[in-house]
Structures are given as structure tokens and as C-alpha cells.
């Protein structure tokens, strides 16, 4: 095994530590540089070991680091399981809120600013917008507008996506189908935004 190594002209010879036993001269060459071919040392060799164990413990690092950078996805996932089940919960107080004429639930569900909103067709054959505001949807829970038996309840939810405070569901409704739009506030989930379409109806 050899070892090659470059210097200036006019440098001081490497000693035995550097390239081998025993003094090498200085050749110059065209350039001004001369290149030493000497055995490598036993101090050389040592050098070499002491490399290969830091390069070894460099990478020993870079897996624990790796291992640690998990566990801030392992957080994530059990926040994002926490949300699911609050975005579940309002979007349940939200419907099933309307089913059984209970306004505290729809209240608990909907956030002040809410909008509902239906496109339908005027009878000049336009395009039109029914506005419901969370004020108004409370006020027909109350009225009892939305109240059927409990056996006549559709109310399948399925969360669509959830990315930080943002997220959307869809509410499968027993003669319509709700898209909600869902914000956290406060820690809380709630409703600020659904449009939905009613179902065909049965001929």
C-alpha cells in the first residue's frame, strides 16, 4: 500500500509522520510542484483508523437523527386523530342538532358567521343562491323545521380533508347531501361555510 502526496518547491521535506520512514527529497517538476511516493507509516495507518472511527460515529449520528425526526410525524398523526374525532362531533351536533330540533347542539356546531348556501334554479331558468346565516339555522332548529323520527335519520359523515385549522366534510342527510367547510377556533371546530344539494327525488 502506498501513499501519494503533493508539496511546493522550496517546502521542508515531509518527515516519517507524514509519508514513511526515512527522509524523501524534493524533486521539482514542471509547475513547481513535486509528488511524493513513500510506504505508509505506522502513525499514517493510525490516522487512517482514527478517520474510519469518527466517519463510523458521523454516521452512527445521522441514523439517530433520522430515528428522532419521526417522532414529530407520530405527534402529527395523533393530533390529526384528534381532530377527526372533533370534526366528527360537530359535524353530528350540526345534523343531528336539526333532526331533533336541539338549537344548543346546532349553536355548538355552527360558528356566527356561517353561511348556507343552496344553488337553485329561478323560474326564468337563472341560476340562484338560497342564503341561510347561523342566526337563521339556529332559529329553524329551535322551530323544530328539521325534526323527523329517530329512525328516519341519515346522518353519515366523511371527512374529506384536514389540513391544519382547515378542514372539509360531507354530511350524507336523509333527503340531502351537506359540504361543510370546518375552521378550528379556539381550540374548537366549527362550521363556517356549507352548500349543499338536495337529493332526486323518487318519481
Known amino acids: 500500500m502506498v501513499k501519494t502526496a503533493a508539496m511546493t518547491v522550496g517546502a521542508t521535506p515531509l518527515d516519517d509522520d507524514d509519508v514513511g520512514p526515512g527522509r524523501v527529497g524534493v524533486v521539482p517538476t514542471v509547475g513547481g510542484i513535486v509528488t511524493i511516493i513513500a510506504p505508509c507509516s505506522a502513525q499514517w495507518r493510525k490516522n487512517t483508523r482514527v478517520l474510519t472511527e469518527k466517519a463510523q460515529m458521523r454516521i452512527h449520528t445521522l441514523f439517530v437523527v433520522a430515528a428522532l425526526a419521526t417522532v414529530p410525524a407520530r405527534a402529527a398523526i395523533a393530533q390529526s386523530a384528534a381532530d377527526s374525532t372533533g370534526i366528527r362531533a360537530t359535524a353530528h351536533d350540526y345534523i343531528d342538532g336539526w333532526y331533533s330540533g336541539d338549537a344548543e347542539r346546532m349553536e355548538r356546531a355552527v360558528h356566527s358567521h356561517l353561511a348556507k348556501r343552496l344553488v337553485t334554479t329561478s323560474p326564468q331558468g337563472r341560476s340562484m343562491l338560497v342564503d341561510l346565516t347561523a342566526a337563521e339555522l ?40 351537506d359540504f361543510l367547510q370546518l375552521i378550528k377556533w379556539n381550540g374548537t371546530w366549527k362550521i363556517v361555510n356549507v352548500i349543499w344539494e338536495n337529493r332526486p327525488q323518487s318519481p
Not at 325534526?147 to 391544519?164: A, F, M, Q
Not at 360531507?170 to 347531501?177: E, K, L, N
Open 138 to 177: 339556529i332559529q329553524s332548529t329551535r322551530a323544530g323545521y328539521g325534526k323527523i323520527p329517530r329512525d328516519n335519520w341519515r346522518d353519515s359523515v366523511t371527512i374529506l380533508d384536514i389540513y391544519g385549522n382547515d378542514a372539509v366534510a360531507r354530511v350524507d342527510a336523509t333527503t340531502w347531501v
